[in-house]
């Protein structure tokens, strides 16, 4: 009987996963004393009041407005704080995807990378941040590395222009990636001497085709590949559908599975059948590879270790027994998935 409530949840989420995606969510930290609050959040650049805050932040705020994101969390924090820790301590337990801190210290911006990689690696968060000058090897940090933007009358430095990026980032849907997205506001940079380099570095950069400001490539901070985190985990867009999916299979689970159905193989099979149809239909919006097998099962290995480690001797189990004997609490499970990114590089040979 769970199969078709799951099903529709699942369906949902699916339909609905290019839309959601342009709909993202930024989180900015800024130090004020003119409020008394804490947090404050804003749906769109009309609700913002210029008595709550300093003409410099309220300017960040509309910068980040400007990517079109679905909602902004201001964190306010005294001037007078010495660390980020109260405003972190808020953001942990919210819902966001981008995170930026306008007048961050070049000295504090290895306590926000260390907060990032520990949410994501150890507490499977899905936040990413948005931080000057970066170096961190990690895809949760985007490396923002421009300098010296002019924008009207205003120069801004690489630490004040992350909200705009963040917001850039949030607004954007899974149909596109962020490379070569433009920023029609700003009028000059000032320009990367090799931006080949600087890419495959992890930076993020602007650059000047001649006649736009435009982000030369979509990429995060990560340098480092590893069998787990292959060339794709470089990539902005990828790593927005990745999360985009964790969330949604984890967040059905939750609501759905956790604590209400017994651990058994039938109920598995139906869960594992519910993820794949939430499969087929991203991959109907080109958000997976329809030419690929994206699938979702047993995890055989595991299960078979999980049995092994209690003294139970597995020997002569096949794969379809040892999927049946589902092991006390746990769901092992394993998928495979490839995900589409966008067209970027052309390589066009004429022969004469």
Known sequence: ???????????GKAVSAVSRSAMGIVALILRDGTG??????YKSIEELKSTDWTADNLDYIKKAFMGTPKKIICERLDTTATDYNAALLRLGSKKWNYL?????????????????KTKRDNDKKTFKAVLPNSASDHEGIINFATDDLKVGDNVYTTEEYCSRIAGAL???????????LVLNEVESIKESEDPDADINAG??????????????RGVNSLTTTTIEKTEDFKKIKILEVMDMVMDDIRDTFNNSYVGKVP??????VLFFTSINSYFKTLAGDDILDPNFENKAEVNVEAQRLAWESIGTDTT?????????????SKVFAAGKIKIVDAM?????????
Not at 100 to 116: F, G, K, N, Q, R
Not at 316 to 328: A, C, E, H
Not at 344 to 352: A, G, K, M, R, S
């Open 100 to 116: 930026a801190i306008p007048e961050i210290l070049p000295a504090e911006v290895t306590d926000i990378e260390t907060w990032i």
């Open 170 to 180: 949030a607004g954007l849907p899974f149909t596109r990636s962020s490379t070569y």
């Open 36 to 41: 008394t609050f804490d947090t404050m959040e």
């Open 1 to 11: 009987m769970g199969l078709p409530e799951i099903n529709i949840e699942f369906k």
């Open 316 to 328: 002569d189990w096949d794969d379809q027994k040892v999927k049946s004997m589902s092991f006390k």
């Open 203 to 216: 930076k993020l950069i602007l650059i000047n085709d001649g006649e736009k400001i435009k982000i030369a």
């Open 263 to 268: 651990n058994i193989y039938d109920n598995q």
């Open 344 to 352: 970027e590089d052309l390589d066009f040979q004429i022969t004469i």
